[in-house]
């Protein structure tokens, strides 16, 4: 089995900042994207950033500038650093990665639980 563990939601005053870490951890063979989605309520989640195995990373336009999204290969981890928080940023946020469990199967895609991320004005 696979699991995402995330960490690091809150509240925080606007201007604020967070860093939000996911572990990916269980029967994994490979990792390849892996990112970060939020949801609010009555509204479909939406990507706010995912990066590739080799780096290559792309951002929702709202946080650009504002978000970075890393990881650690080593570690199975991705990171959220979010600066200059806005009231308009708080949401679920969750965890997602795409990886194979044995080579040569299918790509599946994983969630974490989710963390709440509230921030206000």
């Known amino acids: 089995q696979v699991q995402l563990v995330e960490s690091g939601g809150g509240a925080v005053q606007a201007g604020g900042s967070l860093r939000l870490s996911c572990a990916a951890s269980g029967s994994i063979f490979s990792i390849n994207h892996m990112g970060w989605y939020r949801q609010d309520p009555g509204k479909q989640r939406e990507l706010v950033a995912s990066v590739t195995s080799t780096g290559s990373v792309n951002y929702a336009d709202s946080v650009k500038g504002r978000f970075t999204i890393s990881r650690d290969n080593a570690k199975n981890t991705v990171y959220l650093q979010m600066n200059s928080l806005k009231p308009e940023d708080t949401a679920v946020y969750y965890c997602?990665?795409?990886?194979?469990?044995?080579?040569?199967?299918?790509?599946?895609?994983?969630w974490g639980q989710g963390t709440q991320v509230t921030v206000s004005s």
């Open positions: 997602n990665a795409h990886l194979l469990t044995r080579p040569g199967t299918p790509v599946y895609s994983y």
